[in-house]
């Protein structure tokens, strides 16, 4: 696809987050752009956020990257060179090493940002050009712990199973850890449509942030005890007879088990473990045990934890017990967090995963897809490392000697990060892909340029499970590739047994037969669907002969679950808390997320003029402010287990006073964070550790 020659507005969209916005880009002299609203399409109404709104800035920046460098071994600089040079010298590299030391010497390393159709290549090209199991992506560490708790209790992993708009006919929406107006402001008006209509809105946070100020009620747990919350309302719940019980015995297993479970859990007790006093527990079991119509929403707070599959699943048994899910307005969701976080892993950017969210070690799933790629199914190598696993095993680890990174900056994003980077650094080969010098493409032995956002075709899948597509509104800078064109040309030059597409509409026809069949289906959806219908929700098989098409799935579980018996299931949770706890040495909970005006790493935003970029911060509650003498401005130290950084403090009533808060758009937060893993999802522990703070 290519820009309309007429100069047109370009419908697409916008990105950042999983709104994946619709906007439209219209050319603005020789090299510009200028976004404006799309108002027909329905997840945004045209509204944006500033960061939407500022994101054609990036185009004319002096930082993007416009021409391959590769490492020189006399000076250790980066220095220009040809395509074709540096596709020549990493293909010879990379066969080098897996000769001397088999093919599980290469890895490939994914990112949450990149389109359906990268993401599909992304994973073939691992499997089949490389013949390597090692292959994971950064969306491991967004709603992996969802995606598994989603998988046990209703045999499927969608973030939302029914449109955002159902929202505004909920009576009652809980938001577990998630700062809905700050990371996705214009998902925020379907809360106070809700609230307009009489609805009521919960917000469970350590932090008072925008979000909770839109509360009716908030609740300010310990960092890491979101678990236990839930076994206490799932308790209270049971003993006031708010349980549907005609809906958990016909649509559901495993009650009675679960029931038992939270019968310890009394509401003094969850005091004690949460801080949450037993009035506020009550006035959030008489809102849940009143309505008919409740909606519990989970995000990164309560999820990127080492019980954060738990955690989901405490959450998930109390909407059950309810008799929600699959109910209008009404059931369990995940508020993802990356742009194509819910697509980039359901078509092989994943180690245990294969297209249309089947898995590798299925011997059924193995065959099919290895037909629609034209190769032997004994030739696809099994499951790989998780995404910290992986980059822990790197270099000098005794894992891969070579990475190659497509659209992560690891160096700012990973937990424990001075370990990681120290990890990068050990390798025989760092080959960086990305659209300006990341932290991490400064330490690469090659860096190639590659196209943005607004210069390229392909598909996003929203966390609704919408799948949506983004237009090329513009051309590319002279000397930018798109990451299919490495892919191609790397797979070309290390003698890949097929072809691979530089096509996205090509490769998307493809990826729909690789999924057919699968739990994530999109067989059925087609480019010319997508437009015509604003997108398309999976799953959606292809449908035979002259059969009308297959409307899409917009809303889940309406009659079953996806599971074998077609019952959700009800699963016992131990709570454990936290797997580093405060001590004499490190006494305050350290948490970590995000700001309104950055994103993720901050690689694109922080090079943004348009957008606040003050730096880092540590935010502390006066209470701890005055025991170590620190003031609002001034620098303080926080230190835990694995590192330590400095910044200004932000001397806040809105957090807990045994709290700090540090968002991590900037090299610092995650030198601190915890690599402790979910035994499920293998989720880092992002969201609490044990800290000190210091002047």
């Not at 994101?55 to 490492?71: H, K």
């Not at 009716?216 to 076994?231: E, I, K, M």
């Not at 190659?404 to 700012?412: E, K, Q, T």
């Not at 015509?532 to 917009?554: I, L, N, S």
Request: with cysteine; aromatic share 6%; charged share 25%.
């Amino acid at each position: 696809m290519t820009e309309t020659a007429d100069r047109s507005p370009v419908k697409t969209h916008c990105p950042y987050c999983s709104l994946q916005c619709g906007m439209a880009i219209s050319r603005k002299g020789r090299a510009g752009i200028e976004i404006g609203a799309w108002e027909e399409f329905p997840v945004n109404e045209g509204a944006m956020c500033r960061k939407g709104w500022t994101s054609g800035e990036l185009r004319g920046s002096r930082d993007r990257l416009t021409t391959p460098m590769v490492r020189d071994r006399a000076t250790g600089e980066l220095r220009a060179a040809e395509w074709d040079e540096a596709l020549d010298h990493i293909a010879r590299r990379l066969a080098v090493l897996q000769a001397e030391h088999g093919n599980d010497a290469v890895a490939v390393f994914g990112g949450g940002g990149l389109t359906n159709e990268k993401s599909y290549q992304l994973g073939k090209f691992a499997r089949v050009a490389l013949g390597t199991s090692q292959i994971d992506y950064n969306g491991r560490w967004c709603m992996s712990s969802a995606a598994s708790a989603g998988n046990q209790a209703f045999g499927v992993d969608r973030g939302l199973p029914f449109p955002l708009v159902d929202i505004e006919q909920a009576d009652v929406v809980v938001l577990v850890g998630s700062n809905l107006a700050e990371t996705m402001p214009p998902a925020a008006r379907h809360l106070d449509r809700l609230r307009e209509r009489g609805g009521k809105v919960v917000v469970i946070d350590p932090r008072l942030t925008s979000t909770a100020e839109r509360a009716d009620l908030f609740l300010q747990p310990v960092p890491g005890t979101d678990l236990a919350l839930a076994l206490g309302v799932l308790h209270l719940l049971d003993a006031r007879g708010a349980v549907d019980e005609e809906y958990v015995a016909r649509r559901t297993t495993g009650f009675d088990e679960v029931r038992r479970s939270v019968a310890a859990w009394w509401p003094e007790r969850v005091e004690r473990t949460t801080g949450v006093a037993t009035d506020e527990l009550r006035a959030l079991v008489d809102l849940l045990a009143g309505n008919e119509k409740v909606i519990v929403l989970t995000a990164r707070g309560a999820e990127q934890h080492a019980q954060g599959t738990a955690t989901v699943l405490g959450w998930l048994n109390v909407a059950l017990a309810l008799g929600m899910p699959g109910k209008p307005s009404s059931g369990y969701g995940c508020l993802t967090g990356q742009g194509n976080g819910q697509g980039g892993r359901e078509h092989g950017q994943k180690a245990d995963q294969l297209p249309g969210y089947r898995m590798i070690d299925d011997p059924a799933a193995r065959a099919h897809v290895a037909g629609v790629w034209g190769v032997d199914p004994d030739t696809l190598p099994g499951k790989g490392r998780s995404a910290y696993e992986l980059l822990e095993s790197l270099g000098d680890g005794g894992g891969p000697r070579a990475l190659l990174v497509f659209g992560s900056n690891i160096v700012v994003s990973a937990p424990h990060a001075t370990h990681v980077t120290q990890r990068l650094e050990s390798l025989d080969l760092l080959v960086v892909c990305d659209i300006v010098m990341s932290e991490t493409a400064a330490l690469a032995d090659v860096v190639l340029p590659i196209t943005q956002w607004a210069e390229e075709s392909g598909t996003m899948t929203n966390l609704e499970g919408r799948v949506i597509l983004r237009r090329r509104a513009i051309t590319p800078p002279a000397g930018v590739r798109s990451d299919l064109d490495v892919i191609a040309g790397l797979a070309s030059r290390l003698g890949a047994p097929i072809d691979f597409s530089t096509d996205p509409e090509e490769i998307f026809e493809e990826l729909g037969r690789a999924s057919a069949g699968g739990k994530a289906d999109y067989s059925g959806i087609t480019y010319a669907r997508i437009a015509e219908e604003k997108g398309v929700f999976w799953p959606c098989p292809a449908t035979d002969g002259d059969a009308a098409p297959h409307p899409g799935t917009p809303r889940m579980f309406t009659e079953s679950f996806p599971t074998p018996d077609g019952r959700a299931r009800f699963l016992v949770q131990e709570f454990a808390g936290a797997a580093e706890q405060p001590d004499a040495s490190y006494p305050v909970h350290l948490t970590t997320g995000r700001v309104l005006a950055q994103y993720q790493s901050g690689a694109q935003t922080r090079r943004i003029k348009g957008l606040t970029d003050e730096g880092a911060f540590v935010e502390i509650h006066p209470m701890l402010a005055d025991r170590i003498g620190a003031h609002d401005g001034d620098p303080v130290l926080v230190r835990t287990r694995r590192g330590e950084m400095k910044a200004p403090a932000r001397v806040v009533t809105t957090i807990r006073p045994d709290t700090v808060f540090v968002p991590f758009h900037w090299v610092g937060a995650n030198r601190l964070t915890n690599d402790a893993l979910d035994p499920s999802s293998r989720m880092p522990e992002f969201k609490v550790c044990a800290a000190e703070v210091l002047v």
